[in-house]
C-alpha cells in the first residue's frame, strides 16, 4: 500500500544555502516523503516550524514550482506583496521563475506544520531575494554577477 505514515519518515533539519550569508532559520523538524519513498521528479516534504522559526529565506526558483498546504498552526507567508497570514488549510503556489521572493514565518507561539511540494528539474536556480546570492543546483553559490560567493 502507498500509503506514507509521516511518524515514520527520517526527519532533517538544519540552514538553507544563504544560512552564512543572511542567518539561521530558527529551529524545525523535516520530513523528506519523496526521498524515503523513491520519487525522483516531485519533492515532498512535511515542515514543522517552531515558534519564531522560518521555512527558508526568501527565494525563488528559475524552473521548479512549489505548492505549500498548511496542516497545523498558523504561518505567516513574506512574499513581495508583504505579509500573508495562512491557516488550517490554506494554500500558497510558486510559479516558476516568477522573481517573487517567498518563505514561510511560524510568528505563533505553537508549532506549525506545512506539507511543500514542487517539482525536481535538474538545472534549477534559486535566487534569494533579499541577498546577493544565486545557489546553482549543483551546489555552487555565487553573486548576481556571477563571481563565487563565500561566507
Same mark, same amino acid.
Given at each position: ?10 526527519? @532533517? ?14 529551529? @524545525? ?49 513574506? %512574499? ?43 538545472? %534549477?536556480?534559486?535566487? @534569494? ?23
Amino acid at each position: 500500500m502507498p500509503r506514507v505514515d509521516p511518524a515514520a519518515l527520517p526527519t @532533517y533539519d538544519g540552514p538553507d544555502a544563504a544560512a552564512p550569508f543572511a542567518g539561521p532559520l530558527g529551529d @524545525y523538524i523535516g520530513r523528506a516523503v519523496s526521498v524515503a519513498h523513491g520519487l525522483h521528479l516531485l519533492g515532498i516534504n512535511i515542515e514543522t516550524l517552531r515558534p519564531g522559526a522560518a521555512s527558508s529565506h526568501r527565494h525563488w526558483h528559475d524552473t521548479n514550482e512549489e505548492v505549500v498546504v498548511v496542516t497545523d498552526g498558523t504561518l505567516v507567508l513574506i %512574499d513581495d506583496s508583504g505579509a500573508t497570514e495562512l491557516c488550517v488549510g490554506d494554500v500558497a503556489v510558486f510559479p516558476a521563475n516568477d522573481g517573487n521572493g517567498h518563505c514561510l514565518e511560524n510568528r505563533s507561539a505553537f508549532d506549525a506544520t506545512f506539507v511543500v511540494i514542487g517539482t525536481r528539474k535538474e538545472g %534549477d536556480t534559486c535566487h @534569494y531575494a533579499d541577498i546577493d546570492l544565486i545557489a546553482q543546483s549543483d551546489g555552487t553559490l555565487t553573486r548576481r554577477d556571477g563571481s563565487p560567493a563565500t561566507p
